[in-house]
């Protein structure tokens, strides 16, 4: 069976996270990766992540700081890029021109502007993107997914997405904080956006009220992580980061459609509270989906249909077959490795692109359309008006994005 040589770009903490997910991947009948080499600016970063790797393999990847010297030494066919959003466009476009297939995670980009970059030089260089959006590759939401295109809760026309989350606490990595290497807004946003994009189609508009609530963060206390990189990091941590991306929003989207969801995304302020909800004229279904959560069906009269129920009632309801193979019963509740077993369907999914010809869920166009739809957020309440997403992937509406390219020297 033929596989795909891929390194990977970035070892922090999500980066290390793929390399348990990878290896999630090499203990199935499935796996055609195998991994070439690590790569980050910090030596330091790439050998401890090599270090995971020859605990779980019993093998040590050698290490590189510089793409270009990677790509002449190892014989790849692909990168899988981990490093923070506001490389991910050097990265991407780096590696295309170098003749590489690319899997990047999201958010894809910092603006749109980035984003178009990567698309047009994966076009100009024939090579593939696959933006690693995890939450749609749960089973809870697959099964949402189908129970709306089964019409189980009739017509959607209504939807409420509310994540807020109360604090002044770093989140994860001080640059979560910093407007132009991704905010809150878009660095968790973009979940969202796509959740969102995936269950009720496309966006038409979104208006919306953006703020930063918070412009002084504060190391939390402590951590309680099973991974050493984030606590070395959380040891390293200033006492407090100034914070300059907006952490908090409240919109309403117009869908294609004709629905309206009801946006409330924080990670700020004095109290926490979270609900989602997907209604229509035939019922509701609690939750879009999620890695490790679950939904459940809504009636009218007051009655719900959990998970399990609902996997047992539509016995047509069928998931990929490696996420059978992870997920047999077709819930992920409880699953200490559900996490790194999205990671694989990631991986899968790019080498059977690659090999085989397999479309690409989240591509390139995709991964820019989930960016849009997150800055648009930030963009409505500067030009204090509803933006369409036409105007925002057509970049006619850029106030915002602009400061964003013009601090890392990027010109359009
Ligand atoms: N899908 C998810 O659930 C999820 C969860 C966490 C993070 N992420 C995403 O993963 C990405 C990385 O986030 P993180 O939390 O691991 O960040 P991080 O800061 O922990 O790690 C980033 C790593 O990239 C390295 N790096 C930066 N620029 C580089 C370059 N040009 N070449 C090589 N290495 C470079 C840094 O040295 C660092 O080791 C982000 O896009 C983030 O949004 C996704």
Sequence with gaps: MSKIRIALVGCGGMGTRHLYGLNEL????????????????????????????????????????????MARDQDLQAIDVVTDPSFHHDVVCQAVELGLH???????????????????????????????????RDPSARLARYLI????????????????????????TPWRHLKERAGPLLDMGVHYTDLIRYQLGEVREVYSDARLIEPERVK????????????????????????????????????????????????????????????????AIE????????????????????????IAEHTDFEIEPLANHFFPTKVTVGDDAVDWKIIALEYHELSEAILDGRKLEVDGDEGTRDVAVAHALCESAVAGRAVTLEEMMGMEVYEYQRDIDQALNIEH
């Design 26 to 69: 090499m203990k199935t009948p499935f796996c055609r990766v195998e991994l070439g080499a690590l790569c980050d600016i910090s030596r330091e970063n790439a050998e401890r992540a090599a270090g995971v790797v020859e605990e779980l393999t019993g093998k040590r990847p050698s290490v590189y700081t510089d793409l270009e010297e």
């Design 102 to 136: 690319v899997m990047v995670e999201k958010p894809f980009g910092v603006s749109v502007g980035t984003c178009r970059m990567m698309v047009d030089a994966a076009e100009k260089h024939d090579r593939l993107i696959s933006v690693a959006e995890n939450y749609r």
């Design 149 to 172: 295109d089964q019409g189980v809760i009739g017509t959607p026309y209504g939807a409420a997405l509310h994540s807020v989350r109360a604090g002044r606490g770093i989140f994860i």
């Design 220 to 283: 939390p206390e402590s951590l309680n992580s099973p991974y050493e990189f984030y606590r070395i990091r959380h040891d390293a941590m200033d006492p407090t980061v100034p914070a300059t991306a907006e952490d908090s929003s409240s919109a309403i989207f117009r869908m294609e459609s004709g629905a309206s969801l009801n946006w409330m995304v924080q990670m700020a302020g004095p109290v926490s509270f979270g609900r989602q909800l997907i209604w229509g004229d035939g019922g």
């Design 287 to 310: 939750g879009f989906g999620n890695r490790g959560g679950r939904i459940r069906l809504l009636h009218q009269d007051g009655t719900t249909v959990e998970q399990e129920d609902l």
